[in-house]
């Protein structure tokens, strides 16, 4: 008897969750994936353009793009990854937007910001700045995000090798940099 | 070597982490918000001018295959000139002929 009782129960559950699942749209079910995302993606964003207003806007962007596309995702688990994907996707397209207008960045940015950094931060920005934007994206995931080879690989979508000669391109275009900062600088 | 760029990259990274966290989560929803109304938008934007190029194709297709199509039903008969027989009549030799 007790244990028909405790059929029916989860026999409603599942009725209930069936229901539940009708209910929530396409549009519900989207917005929650992305908001379990939303602070990892903003800060990915931020690392890149280091910039409240810009980091918001490529996650609209990255979000506009991604609910287009949504369909063409095949595998629902792979949803972060892609996601994460199309947002670099997206600071790269604004990075290059911002080369093309270097001249009314760099006045902008010269404006008030330059103050408030420190020299060692502000060679590393810089260093960043120059470093190939396929292997900046490795060292912000490896070492902002602290995802390992294969997760890189996952969201970059190339073998792991690939992920690893271009971690140590990038850290070696890195040191490069840095070094010829130095070098500048104090002889 | 390679481990200093790691700690400096590390400790540049947990600097912009900081900063990073301080913002709200109201300022975030509402990008997430933004980004799906304008791919909405976008998508409907895209289906509409889809929808007007496939009309206009559509409509000039008919102006093609109709006319064509009605000129297959009744073809124009080749206006000749009629032909004229003389003065054939039933009792002459050609006419038995054909």
Same mark, same amino acid.
């Given at each position: 008897m007790r244990e028909s009782k405790g059929e029916d129960k989860t026999s409603m559950e599942h009725i209930i969750n069936d229901e539940m699942e009708i209910v929530a749209t396409d549009e519900d079910i989207f917005y929650e994936l992305v908001a379990e995302q939303k602070r990892k993606l903003y800060s990915i964003a931020y690392s890149y353009l280091r910039n409240e207003a810009d980091s918001l806007e490529v996650l609209q962007e990255a979000t506009?793009?991604?609910?287009?596309?949504?369909?063409? +995702?095949?595998?629902?688990?792979?949803?972060?990854?892609? +996601?994460?994907?199309?947002?670099?996707?997206?600071?790269?397209?604004?990075?290059k937007r911002r080369k093309r207008n270097a001249v009314t960045e760099a006045?902008?940015?010269?404006?008030?910001?330059?103050?408030?950094?420190?020299d060692r931060r502000l060679d590393m920005e810089q260093a960043l700045e120059g470093v190939k934007p396929k292997y900046r994206q490795v060292l912000v995931l490896k070492y902002y995000k602290d995802m390992t080879l294969a997760e890189i690989a996952e969201v970059l979508d190339k073998p792991e090798g690939t992920v690893k000669t271009w971690l140590n391109k990038g850290l070696k275009q890195l040191r490069d940099r840095m070094k010829r900062k130095g070098d500048l600088f104090y002889g | 070597m390679a481990e200093s760029e790691e700690k400096l990259l590390n400790d540049?990274?947990?600097?912009?982490?900081?900063?990073?966290?301080?913002?709200?989560?109201?300022?975030l929803d509402a990008a997430i918000r933004k980004g799906m109304q304008q791919g909405s938008?976008?998508?409907?934007?895209?289906?509409?001018?889809?929808?007007?190029?496939? +009309?206009?194709? +559509?409509?000039?297709a008919l102006?093609?295959?109709v006319p064509w199509a009605h000129q297959m039903a009744n073809p124009v008969r080749a206006q000749l000139p009629p032909k004229?027989?003389?003065s054939l009549s039933y009792l002459d030799p050609l006419f038995l002929i054909i």
């Open positions: 506009c793009r991604a609910w287009i596309k949504r369909k063409s +995702l095949k595998d629902s688990e792979r949803f972060a990854p892609w +996601l994460t994907r199309i947002l670099i996707n997206c600071c790269n397209d604004e990075l006045a902008r940015s010269d404006v008030g910001i330059m103050e408030m950094k420190s | 540049y990274f947990q600097r912009i982490d900081v900063e990073a966290e301080e913002i709200p989560d109201v300022k938008h976008k998508r409907f934007s895209f289906r509409k001018r889809y929808a007007v190029v496939a +009309l206009a194709v +559509l409509a000039i102006l093609i295959i004229s027989w003389g």
